[in-house]
């Protein structure tokens, strides 16, 4: 589980994110990413999915798997980011290994478009997407 700290709560948040982040658009994803004006903020992350995802029972699924892939990134992508991971229909029926490497691979040009670097000994350069 991702801890409170670490997760976009306030819906100003999402709209400020949502309207001035970078984006980096990944099939059937995108992450919209903000650098925070304090370096020692922690990192965060939010999640939007819709109903058009899907019944309850899948959004919920999807969301619990966005929440363990975001704490696995949690160590790669330095403090002070913030990045919002919009999600749509087609990800429904990927399986947790396409999903994850799709995440971390947007997630990871995200933090470079907003000029943070991810820590190079725990990301391979096969989680980049070009």
């Known amino acids: 589980m991702l801890a409170h700290p670490n997760r976009v709560t306030r819906g100003d948040d999402y709209r400020r994110?949502?309207?001035?982040?970078?984006?980096?658009?990944?099939?059937?994803l995108v992450v919209l990413a903000e650098l925070h004006v304090d370096a020692t903020a922690p990192t965060r992350f939010g999640f939007i999915i819709t109903k058009r995802v899907g019944v309850a029972v899948v959004r919920n699924r999807l969301r619990r798997?966005?929440?363990?892939?975001?704490?696995e990134l949690l160590i790669l992508v330095p403090t002070g980011?913030?990045?919002i991971i919009r999600v749509f229909p087609e990800?429904?029926?990927?399986?947790?290994?396409?999903?994850?490497?799709?995440?971390?691979?947007?997630?990871?040009?995200?933090?470079e478009q907003i000029g943070v670097k991810a820590i190079p000994e725990q990301c391979s350069c096969a989680d980049v997407i070009d």
Do not use: P, W
């Open 81 to 83: 980011a913030s990045f």
């Open 17 to 28: 994110i949502s309207r001035r982040g970078h984006r980096v658009g990944a099939r059937g």
């Open 91 to 111: 990800v429904a029926d990927l399986t947790y290994a396409e999903l994850r490497a799709r995440v971390r691979g947007a997630v990871l040009n995200a933090s």
């Open 65 to 71: 798997r966005l929440k363990a892939i975001s704490r």
